[in-house]
C-alpha cells in the first residue's frame, strides 16, 4: 500500500515564500473606524441641532398656550385666543420644518463630503497596496526561480 505524501512542508515553504503583509488590512480597518467616527459626529450634531429645534417649538407652543388657557370678558374673546395661537402655530410650525430642512441639508452635504473623500482614500490605498503586493510578488516569484 502507497502512503500519501506530507504536503505540509511544501506548503510552509511556499506560504514562506509569499508572506502575507497585514498591515493593508490593519490600515483598512483604521480607515473604516475613522469614517465611522466622522459620520457618527454628523448623526449625533444633527440629533443635538433637532432636538434643540424641537425644545424650542415646545417652549414656544407652551408659551403661547396662556393666551389660550386665561380667562377672556367676552365669548369671542376665546375664539380670537383660539385664531391667534392657530395663526401662530402654523407661522411656528413653518419656520420649524425650515430649521429641520436646513440641518437635513447640511447633514446631507457632511455625508457626501466624507463619503467622497473615503472614496478618494480608500482609492489611494487600494493602489498603493496593489503596487506593493505586486513588487513583492515579483521579488519572490524571482527569488523562487532562481532556487
Known sequence: MTKPNDFTKSVREMMATFPMDMTATSD???TSAALGEKMSKVALEAAEKSTEISSKWTKDTIS??????????EPADYSKAMTDFASAQAEMAAETMAAFAEVAKKVQM???ELMMAA???????ATAAVKKATAEVTTAAKKAAAK
Do not use: I, R
Request: charged residues 45%.
Open 119 to 125: 472614496g478618494k482614500e480608500a482609492s489611494e490605498e
Open 110 to 112: 457632511e455625508t457626501v
Open 64 to 73: 403661547k398656550m396662556g393666551d389660550v388657557t386665561s380667562v377672556k370678558d
Open 28 to 30: 483598512a480597518f483604521k
